[in-house]
């Protein structure tokens, strides 16, 4: 038997392929949609449009000139091409969604639906009713609504898609219906029709009642602005002109107030409200944003596929999920009382929230349906966290003097711990940067005391033949011991000590590294331990250590030399820079555009430091600002100043206070402003007297007010599963993929209230990334950690080379991967190239001090990055008066910020 297919048909699907693949990959390279989920409902948008305005040529006559059905379900070439150009669409978004958005398709909404469709278009086409099939397609007209909205947030209607779906899926399609049934041969097209009805019913119910409840439970779209938790003086500063807040004025109403509220909304998931500067974060808001989380969690899919993992049905996801939800909304689960969100909403927002609802639904079931989920008994006890302190058994058998030295930036709170270290006779430092653990090694080394600095990319110790200074003993296999350690807190060695150091002890929280901070605190074998940060971590360690009957001694100390916010900003002029200025941008893409344009317009040349700049080439440039002599006289960065080397800045100046979070542009946090702004006028380094200000002076006041707050008091710390722990788990769920059994586990797990799950973002991505590969547990858990750029397309591509090497126990040498031409970069697109091979460079050393069988840190490894170190700092050195930008020479003729950072988008 021969398939016969139309020349209509053929030439739809060869047009619908070269479209759609056109417009799918314009899309994807403008960078104007940025999520996975976004570019999944290009295609669909598209097509929608296309079918849904050719079905109106077959719907019209029907209904409007009341033609007969015979007339309009004749095959033809235009109903025909609509086939094939549906038929395209089908099998072009299973395959650029396998390769694109892969996790945004489901088994039964992609593949199954998709399979199902192409079979149904085969038919039309073979049986001569491909008319009747494009009739029937003003049903995606509905789906154009939805495709919209999820490509654009602020096209969204909830009332708009139920509204459309009810007219053509309800009321057209019973009268369509009704044609068929009196006037068509086909009987069974009518029943068919009759059949699929009751589900547009049920789809109809449901979204309707989703819609009611959400304008139900929403406080935020009813009432005056002033009982808004975001309504404040401070944040309407935040706020652009187009989303202005209005406080302390006569409120407007009707329309007008309707449009009003929606300006002072925070953007969540998909609703147009916008994130409140974190001290505004309050149990009000945390109420608001709770409802609309539960919402989603009970109506959308993304819930039920977590669950589904462990077994659960559809119907019992359905039936419990709602319970869950009246039994939140009641108050009857603790952590998700309004009041508790608060702090997780400040560390992690409405991520962090989705992911405590589903860890608190499972703990739900356990209490009120542990039939639904197999042995949840035992899997909620090998995922218990709540007593982190017994994984350290040696240290809980030692008795530990815990002391704080707390303050501000630039208080001496570091220089006092690092003194009782020098008098130890064995004693670490743990550092939260790799220049800071190498700053206290040559700080030791320079006292006469012997050091090691390890990191994970690094272990020196001193050449004792030339430094002066002598090994306290040797080990049984002769390595020489030294008086102390310098190392990156994840690396610190767990070994006795007589004193501790862990610096920056209010990273305890965070959201990323917060795990490293809390097994320091908790594990570390030392008599004495000094912890130095912020004043906000004190009630958090005091009562960590009063679980392990440990007391906790606070020093406190005060800044030396002063610091004040001037009362003006540089009114938007770059001419208005002086020497010895630190301006600080959010954004790394405008650290170069800033730059040039204070070279340009005052003639004084920039250092640069930010995060991407390998931590050698920061030291450099810090050095030449440093330097009076060597003609840098002003720092451009981005929020890497904030900790690390020191600097001699006289002035910080905010080039803007809000930054891009990864998903959103947020408000800076008081904590990060603060210690941004203490860099200015640090002690003994020739700039005393410290200022803070801004570029504009619509940020000022906001500036000023940040700096006068407190950071928040810190209510958890950090912590992640142990290597046994996840082995256990995973032997529950033999068939399970590695990056699904991590994130199963983490939905499983009950913590303390004084701790929380370390964010796994960038490790998901990783595990994906090798899950193919034949490794095992250990490895890939050991991997995960291992410091990859996972974004980064030539680090994610350098991690499979060498995660493939692990696999196979074969030898990998750095050159066979990575190559550093002689040809010094002149562009920053250059630079930028070199840096990204450095973080490849950086993750093989890494990987040769934990997988030494496999990667090798000889002397080539480390030539190879000292050549790219070279290359990226005198590139900076030439680029220094060479960079210019012609798009901004009529800006830099017009001495105005303002138009620098419309034309850079400097804000976004």
């Given at each position: 038997?021969?398939?016969?297919?139309?020349?209509?048909?053929?030439?739809?699907?060869?047009?619908?392929?070269?479209?759609?693949?056109?417009?799918?990959?314009?899309?994807?390279?403008?960078?104007?949609l940025?999520?996975?989920?976004?570019?999944?409902?290009?295609?669909?948008?598209?097509?929608?449009?296309?079918?849904?305005?050719?079905?109106?040529?077959?719907?019209?006559?029907?209904?409007?000139?009341?033609?007969?059905?015979?007339?309009?379900?004749?095959?033809?070439?235009?109903?025909?091409?609509?086939?094939?150009?549906?038929?395209?669409?089908?099998?072009?978004?299973?395959?650029?969604?396998?390769?694109?958005?892969?996790?945004?398709?489901?088994?039964?909404?992609?593949?199954?639906?998709?399979?199902?469709?192409?079979?149904?278009?085969?038919?039309?086409?073979?049986?001569?009713?491909?008319?009747?099939?494009?009739?029937?397609?003003?049903?995606?007209?509905?789906?154009?609504?939805?495709?919209?909205?999820?490509?654009?947030?602020?096209w969204?209607?909830?009332?708009?898609?139920?509204?459309?779906?009810?007219?053509?899926?309800?009321?057209?399609?019973?009268?369509?219906?009704?044609?068929?049934?009196?006037?068509?041969?086909?009987?069974?097209?009518?029943?068919?029709?009759?059949?699929?009805?009751?589900?547009?019913?049920?789809?109809f119910?449901?979204?309707?009642?989703?819609?009611?409840?959400?304008?139900?439970?929403?406080?935020?779209?009813?009432?005056?602005?002033?009982?808004?938790?975001?309504?404040?003086?401070?944040?309407?500063?935040?706020?652009?002109?187009?989303?202005r807040?209005v406080?302390?004025?006569?409120?407007?109403?009707?329309?007008?107030?309707?449009?009003?509220?929606?300006?002072?909304?925070?953007?969540?998931?998909?609703?147009?409200?916008?994130?409140?500067?974190?001290?505004?974060?309050?149990?009000?808001?945390a109420?608001?944003?709770?409802?609309?989380?539960?919402?989603?969690?009970?109506?959308?899919?993304?819930?039920?596929?977590?669950?589904?993992?462990?077994?659960?049905?559809?119907?019992?996801?359905?039936?419990w999920?709602?319970?869950?939800?009246?039994?939140?909304?009641?108050?009857?689960?603790?952590?998700?009382?309004?009041?508790?969100?608060?702090?997780?909403?400040?560390?992690?927002?409405?991520?962090?929230?989705?992911?405590?609802?589903?860890?608190?639904?499972?703990?739900?079931?356990?209490?009120?349906?542990?039939?639904?989920?197999?042995?949840?008994?035992?899997?909620?006890?090998?995922?218990?966290?709540?007593?982190?302190?017994?994984?350290?058994?040696?240290?809980?058998?030692?008795?530990?003097?815990?002391?704080?030295?707390?303050?501000?930036?630039?208080?001496?709170?570091?220089?006092?711990?690092?003194?009782?270290?020098?008098?130890?006779?064995?004693?670490?430092?743990?550092?939260?940067?790799?220049?800071?653990?190498?700053?206290?090694?040559?700080?030791?080394?320079?006292?006469?005391?012997s050091?090691i600095?390890?990191?994970?990319?690094?272990?020196?110790?001193?050449?004792?033949?030339?430094?002066?200074?002598?090994?306290?003993?040797?080990?049984?296999?002769?390595?020489?011991?030294?008086?102390t350690?310098?190392?990156?807190?994840?690396?610190?060695?767990?070994?006795?000590?007589?004193?501790a150091?862990?610096d920056?002890?209010?990273?305890?929280?965070?959201?990323?590294?917060?795990?490293?901070?809390?097994?320091?605190?908790?594990?570390?074998?030392?008599?004495?331990?000094?912890?130095?940060?912020?004043?906000s971590?004190?009630?958090?360690?005091?009562?960590?250590?009063?679980?392990?009957?440990?007391?906790?001694?606070?020093?406190?100390?005060?800044?030396?030399?002063?610091?004040?916010?001037?009362?003006?900003?540089?009114?938007?002029?770059?001419?208005?820079i002086?020497?010895?200025?630190?301006?600080?941008?959010?954004?790394?893409?405008?650290?170069?555009?800033?730059?040039?344009?204070?070279?340009?317009?005052?003639?004084?040349?920039?250092?640069?430091?930010?995060?991407?700049?390998?931590?050698?080439?920061?030291?450099?440039?810090?050095?030449?600002?440093?330097?009076?002599?060597?003609?840098?006289?002003?720092?451009?960065?981005?929020?890497?100043?904030?900790?690390?080397?020191?600097?001699?800045?006289?002035?910080?100046?905010?080039?803007?206070?809000?930054?891009?979070?990864?998903?959103?542009?947020?408000?800076?946090?008081?904590?990060?402003?603060?210690?941004?702004?203490?860099?200015?006028?640090?002690?003994?380094?020739?700039?005393?007297?410290?200022?803070?200000?801004?570029?504009?002076?619509?940020?000022?006041?906001?500036?000023?007010?940040?700096?006068?707050?407190?950071?928040?008091?810190?209510?958890?710390?950090?912590?992640?599963?142990?290597?046994?722990?996840?082995?256990?788990?995973?032997?529950?769920?033999?068939?399970?993929?590695?990056?699904q059994?991590?994130?199963?586990?983490?939905?499983?797990?009950?913590?303390?209230?004084?701790?929380?799950?370390?964010?796994?973002?960038?490790?998901?991505?990783?595990?994906?990334?090798?899950?193919?590969?034949?490794?095992?547990?250990?490895?890939?858990?050991?991997?995960?950690?291992?410091?990859?750029?996972i974004?980064?397309?030539?680090?994610?591509?350098?991690?499979?080379?060498?995660?493939?090497?692990?696999?196979?126990?074969?030898?990998?040498?750095?050159?066979?991967?990575?190559?550093?031409?002689?040809?010094?970069?002149?562009?920053?697109?250059?630079?930028?190239?070199?840096?990204?091979?450095?973080?490849?460079?950086?993750?093989?050393?890494?990987?040769?001090?934990?997988?030494?069988?496999?990667?090798?840190?000889?002397?080539?490894?480390?030539?190879?990055?000292?050549?790219?170190?070279?290359?990226?700092?005198?590139?900076?050195?030439?680029?220094?008066?060479?960079?210019?930008?012609?798009?901004?020479?009529?800006?830099?003729?017009s001495?105005?910020?303002?138009?620098i950072?419309?034309?850079?988008?400097?804000?976004?």
């Amino acid at each position: 038997m021969t398939l016969y297919l139309p020349a209509g048909f053929v030439a739809g699907v060869a047009l619908g392929s070269a479209g759609l693949n056109l417009l799918f990959h314009a899309m994807r390279k403008s960078g104007a949609l940025a999520t996975e989920k976004q570019l999944s409902w290009v295609l669909t948008l598209a097509i929608c449009v296309v079918v849904s305005a050719g079905s109106m040529a077959y719907a019209v006559p029907l209904l409007y000139y009341n033609r007969g059905i015979a007339d309009l379900v004749q095959t033809d070439t235009p109903s025909l091409v609509l086939l094939g150009l549906f038929s395209a669409y089908l099998v072009w978004d299973l395959v650029l969604g396998t390769i694109y958005y892969r996790s945004t398709i489901s088994v039964l909404t992609g593949y199954i639906h998709h399979t199902l469709f192409i079979c149904i278009t085969m038919f039309a086409v073979g049986h001569g009713v491909s008319a009747i099939f494009c009739l029937l397609c003003y049903n995606e007209i509905p789906t154009i609504v939805l495709a919209a909205g999820s490509v654009r947030k602020q096209w969204r209607s909830d009332a708009l898609f139920t509204a459309v779906f009810f007219a053509t899926r309800i009321v057209l399609h019973v009268i369509v219906m009704y044609k068929f049934y009196m006037h068509s041969e086909h009987r069974c097209v009518w029943r068919l029709m009759l059949l699929v009805l009751p589900m547009h019913v049920y789809w109809f119910y449901s979204a309707l009642r989703s819609t009611l409840r959400r304008r139900a439970r929403s406080p935020l779209l009813l009432g005056p602005i002033h009982q808004l938790p975001l309504a404040t003086p401070e944040t309407s500063l935040l706020v652009r002109p187009t989303a202005r807040l209005v406080t302390g004025q006569a409120q407007p109403q009707g329309d007008q107030a309707w449009r009003e509220r929606r300006r002072g909304m925070v953007r969540v998931g998909n609703d147009e409200l916008r994130w409140p500067q974190d001290t505004d974060i309050n149990a009000e808001f945390a109420k608001t944003i709770l409802a609309r989380q539960l919402d989603r969690f009970r109506t959308g899919s993304w819930a039920y596929k977590r669950c589904a993992y462990f077994g659960i049905t559809r119907g019992e996801f359905e039936e419990w999920a709602g319970r869950f939800e009246e039994a939140v909304l009641g108050g009857a689960v603790e952590q998700l009382r309004p009041q508790s969100l608060v702090p997780l909403l400040v560390r992690s927002g409405s991520d962090g929230l989705n992911n405590l609802i589903v860890n608190r639904f499972f703990a739900f079931l356990e209490k009120e349906a542990p039939h639904v989920v197999k042995d949840i008994r035992y899997l909620r006890e090998i995922t218990n966290l709540q007593y982190p302190h017994e994984w350290s058994i040696a240290a809980r058998s030692m008795r530990r003097r815990i002391i704080m030295h707390v303050g501000p930036t630039n208080s001496g709170k570091t220089y006092h711990a690092l003194r009782r270290l020098q008098e130890a006779q064995q004693g670490i430092y743990c550092s939260p940067l790799r220049l800071l653990a190498y700053e206290v090694y040559n700080r030791m080394l320079d006292a006469g005391i012997s050091c090691i600095v390890i990191t994970g990319e690094d272990r020196r110790a001193p050449d004792f033949a030339t430094t002066g200074v002598t090994p306290i003993g040797y080990s049984v296999l002769g390595a020489a011991i030294t008086q102390t350690v310098s190392c990156t807190i994840e690396m610190a060695p767990n070994r006795p000590y007589n004193v501790a150091v862990i610096d920056e002890i209010q990273m305890i929280a965070d959201r990323d590294r917060g795990w490293a901070w809390t097994n320091a605190l908790l594990g570390l074998r030392a008599r004495e331990v000094h912890l130095c940060g912020e004043p906000s971590a004190v009630p958090l360690v005091k009562r960590i250590c009063a679980s392990m009957d440990e007391e906790v001694e606070v020093r406190e100390y005060t800044r030396l030399g002063s610091l004040a916010v001037s009362d003006r900003s540089l009114d938007g002029k770059w001419s208005n820079i002086r020497k010895g200025d630190c301006v600080v941008t959010f954004s790394r893409a405008s650290i170069y555009e800033t730059k040039a344009m204070i070279e340009e317009r005052t003639g004084m040349q920039c250092a640069v430091i930010y995060g991407g700049l390998p931590p050698e080439s920061r030291v450099e440039q810090a050095k030449l600002f440093n330097d009076p002599t060597s003609g840098y006289d002003v720092l451009v960065a981005s929020d890497a100043v904030g900790m690390g080397i020191n600097l001699s800045i006289k002035r910080v100046v905010f080039l803007a206070m809000e930054k891009w979070d990864g998903a959103s542009t947020r408000p800076i946090s008081v904590s990060l402003t603060r210690q941004i702004g203490g860099r200015a006028g640090r002690f003994k380094s020739g700039a005393d007297q410290g200022t803070v200000t801004t570029m504009e002076a619509r940020d000022l006041k906001a500036l000023a007010s940040y700096m006068g707050q407190m950071p928040p008091v810190l209510v958890a710390a950090g912590i992640k599963p142990t290597l046994e722990m996840i082995e256990t788990f995973s032997h529950q769920f033999p068939n399970m993929k590695f990056s699904q059994l991590w994130s199963m586990f983490c939905d499983m797990a009950e913590v303390d209230s004084n701790y929380f799950l370390c964010s796994f973002g960038d490790q998901q991505l990783i595990a994906e990334a090798i899950e193919d590969l034949p490794l095992s547990v250990g490895e890939r858990y050991h991997l995960l950690y291992a410091p990859v750029p996972i974004k980064d397309d030539i680090a994610r591509d350098a991690l499979r080379k060498f995660a493939s090497a692990i696999a196979r126990k074969k030898a990998c040498q750095l050159a066979d991967v990575v190559h550093i031409s002689d040809v010094i970069p002149k562009s920053r697109e250059e630079i930028r190239s070199l840096e990204r091979r450095h973080r490849v460079i950086t993750m093989y050393l890494w990987l040769s001090y934990h997988f030494p069988e496999t990667f090798s840190n000889d002397a080539a490894t480390f030539a190879l990055k000292s050549k790219c170190e070279r290359n990226i700092q005198q590139a900076l050195v030439q680029l220094a008066s060479s960079f210019r930008l012609k798009d901004a020479e009529d800006a830099a003729r017009s001495d105005n910020a303002e138009l620098i950072r419309k034309l850079f988008h400097i804000e976004a």
